[in-house]
């Protein structure tokens, strides 16, 4: 079976379980009063990004470690915000979602034995979101620490290019001498 199916079965199965949950919580008063889910909603998503690794393991397929990873990690952003009452906090956090995506790609490589393969896209995606992250947290309102260094991100950042850029440019061969007799 290819691992697409695979994942199509997976996530079938799923949402067949979790909507008969929600189903029979309508009919079953007691059995809808056993998750409080004003409170701990976000939990299910982090759970269900366990799930899914879990999951991508048994099942050998290793490509969805990805959207574990951002299940995961977008159920811990929602149980910060669920916890704290600070959901203006999603205008810069929404930046950690390709950081996510990373993570997940280093774990799917770990998972198909290649860990080196993706290494550097992941590590470029994690990078770049969290370059996101502290720029947009920066003007928006996040941690103060973060308003200070965005500034610093920036000048780091436009020194990355330049110097990326003198690496790439290439340089002339020298000409021979034409010694003139």
Known sequence: MQTNQKGNIIIGVLLLLVGGWFLAGQFVPG??????????????????????????????????????AILAGLGGIFYYQNQTGDWASWAYMWTLIPGFAGIGTLVKNLLEGNFLHG???????????????????????????????????????????????????????????????
């Open 31 to 68: 059995l809808s009063e056993l998750v409080q889910l004003d409170i701990e909603w976000p939990v299910f998503i982090v759970g269900l990004g366990a799930l899914f690794l879990v999951l991508s393991i048994v099942l050998q397929s290793p490509s969805m470690a990805v959207p574990a």
């Open 119 to 181: 290494l550097r896209e992941a590590i470029t995606s994690i990078l770049f979101s969290a370059a996101l992250f502290i720029f947009f947290s920066g003007i928006l309102g996040g941690p103060d620490l973060l308003y200070r260094l965005w500034p610093v991100l920036l000048i780091a950042v436009g020194i990355s290019m330049l110097l990326r850029n003198r690496r790439s440019t290439p340089r002339r061969p020298k000409q021979p001498e034409i010694i003139e007799q």
